[in-house]
């Protein structure tokens, strides 16, 4: 089963109301700093916290999300433009699964494989190992029909085991 997500309608408008907001906090950082003759400083802070907002917007609003699984695998492709990022997890190496809350115990760092920046509500948290023994967490937001299908094989592994 194969699957693609991007970012639509409703992540543009959130991204330009974020957009707006950190505007008006940035004003309000290069007012307060051109009192004291140091405006200098509020525009660097300013340049830092728009290109910090670009990196999520394109690494997650203006990414193509590819899922498949296929077999014993689970295939995920983050695409922005022609630089690809893939991470192949096999069933058999998911230690846990958690919907729409991030457990204590999930790994530090995952790769995160979904649009969404803010909330939880639809991400599925996979913590797996990999084939040299190494423990890694990946969130990625699949539909209801996909995120079956993943825990029907992971039964289905643990059976056959």
């Known amino acids: 089963m194969k699957e693609e997500l991007t970012g639509g309608y409703k992540e543009f408008g959130i991204a330009m109301a974020i957009a707006a907001v950190l505007y ?8 307060i700093t051109g009192l ?13 916290i728009f ?10 609003y203006s ?10 695998r689970l295939r995920i492709n983050r695409m922005i433009g022609k630089r690809n990022k893939e991470i192949e997890v096999r069933i058999s190496g ?8 991030k457990p204590s115990s999930f790994p530090k760092r995952p790769y995160m494989m979904r649009k969404s920046i803010i909330r939880n509500k639809h991400s599925l948290f996979i913590a797996f190992k990999t084939k040299h023994g190494e423990r890694l967490g990946v969130v990625i937001e699949p539909s209801d029909k996909l995120r079956k299908k993943i825990q ?4 289905k592994v643990e059976i056959d085991d």
């Open 51 to 60: 290109c910090v907002f670009g990196f999520y917007v394109m690494t997650r």
């Open 152 to 155: 029907m094989q992971r039964n």
């Open 24 to 31: 008006l906090i940035c004003y309000i950082i290069v007012e």
């Open 63 to 72: 990414a193509r999300f590819t899922y498949e699984l296929k077999g014993n």
């Open 36 to 48: 004291w003759n140091y405006r200098f400083i509020g525009a660097a802070v300013s340049i830092i």
């Open 94 to 101: 998911i230690e846990a699964m958690y919907f729409g809350y």
